[in-house]
């Protein structure tokens, strides 16, 4: 059992760059992949990015690729998410997760996660 907390979210212009992190407490961190899902007002919770326990692979959504960069440090507990370039469609609020299984397959998938952090908001003004 793992316990996650998000920080890092705030009001910004477009353009302007935020870095979330995640600190996570109980379990073995290192034996869990990661994700960041993002959840805007009056849409479902969507897939963000994925990383694996090791850190060496990594899957973006095509609507962040290229300008999100997600890395982990396991002998810290933390995942973070640099998010550069932000326009306003990026308003949501962040979420970070750990993986049920050891397996990377469907990573993009809300239910393959069985711990979620409360969530940091994100706006973004044009």
């Known amino acids: 059992q793992v316990q996650l907390v998000e920080s890092g979210g705030g009001l910004v212009q477009a353009g302007a760059s935020l870095r979330l992190s995640c600190a996570a407490s109980?379990?073995?961190?290192?034996?869990?992949?990661m994700a960041w899902f993002r959840q805007a007002p009056g849409k479902e919770r969507e897939f963000v990015v994925f990383?694996?326990?090791?850190?060496?692979?990594?899957y973006y959504a095509e609507s962040v690729k290229d300008r999100f960069t997600i890395s982990r440090d396991n002998a810290k507990n933390t995942v973070s998410l640099q998010m550069n370039s932000l326009k306003p469609e990026d308003t949501a609020v962040y979420y970070c997760?750990?993986?049920?299984?050891?397996?990377?397959?469907?990573?993009?998938?809300?239910?393959?996660?069985?711990?979620w952090g409360q969530g940091t908001q994100v706006t973004v003004s044009s």
């Open positions: 997760a750990a993986k049920t299984y050891i397996t990377n397959s469907n990573y993009y998938k809300l239910t393959e996660y069985a711990y």
């Open positions: 109980g379990g073995t961190f290192s034996s869990y992949p």
């Open positions: 990383i694996s326990r090791t850190g060496l692979s990594t």
